[in-house]
């Protein structure tokens, strides 16, 4: 009987797996409104039925898509914190990591295009708040605690910052030269970051 039921779970795993990584795949290259729940059933070779057991539907499945291709970009994020760089050398390269990782059209179509029109904007920054922005926070607060940078509102700063890379990521994937782009949004990035370091404007 155990051995039955370990199978149910094992099966069901591996179908939810399976559901993921092919709506994460048409969802990235076809956008969520062009993609039919029939399609991705057909490609996984699952009844509809097996949809709807893992997943409450098309915006449910999505949602799940949303926060893996979040926790994949938080991974890129969090990289340079295991690294032998001082606080602020750490933000510059989280900083760069996140713009680096956004540009990846799969992930921006999903985290950046559809996530906040699918799911709303509250939605999304409840999301991104508990993946990624307590990251940014929590280096910011050590730099102030160091004194490498002005005491200020953590929260607003760091709502600031994120918002301004974000909308930095969608300029960057309109225009006709993206590597340009990138380099011209980082450089301008990093002399307002700077800004913020205490004995800067001396």
């Known amino acids: 009987m155990y051995e039955r039921v370990d199978k149910r779970v094992e099966n069901g795993r591996k179908t939810t797996i399976k559901l993921l990584k092919i709506a994460r795949r048409m969802f990235s290259k076809r956008g969520y409104g062009d993609t039919s729940m029939e399609e991705i059933v057909q490609k996984a070779n699952v009844t509809r039925g097996a949809l709807y057991h893992h997943f409450s539907g098309k915006k449910?499945?999505?949602?799940?898509?949303?926060?893996?291709?979040?926790?994949?970009v938080v991974k890129r994020v969090e990289k340079p914190?295991?690294?032998?760089?001082?606080?602020?050398?750490?933000?510059?390269?989280?900083?760069?990591?996140?713009?680096?990782?956004?540009?990846?059209?799969e992930l921006q179509q999903i985290i950046l295009i559809d996530a906040p029109a699918i799911l709303g904007w509250d939605v999304w920054r409840r999301v991104d708040e508990e993946k990624?922005?307590?990251?940014?926070?929590?280096?910011?607060?050590?730099l102030m605690e160091e004194e490498v940078i002005e005491s200020m509102p953590v929260d607003a700063l760091a709502h600031i910052i994120s918002g301004a890379v974000n909308e930095s990521v969608l300029w960057i994937a309109q225009s006709e030269?993206?590597?340009k782009a990138l380099e011209e949004v980082w450089s301008t990035m990093?002399?307002?970051?700077?800004?913020?370091?205490?004995?800067?404007?001396?």
């Open 60 to 72: 449910g499945l999505f949602v799940r898509v949303f926060e893996d291709a979040l926790t994949d």
């Open 81 to 105: 914190q295991g690294e032998d760089l001082n606080t602020w050398e750490k933000l510059l390269a989280s900083t760069h990591a996140y713009l680096n990782a956004c540009i990846d059209p």
């Open 132 to 142: 990624s922005l307590h990251i940014l926070k929590g280096l910011l607060t050590k």
């Open 177 to 179: 030269d993206p590597q």
């Open 190 to 202: 990093k002399s307002m970051m700077n800004c913020l370091r205490i004995g800067s404007r001396i």
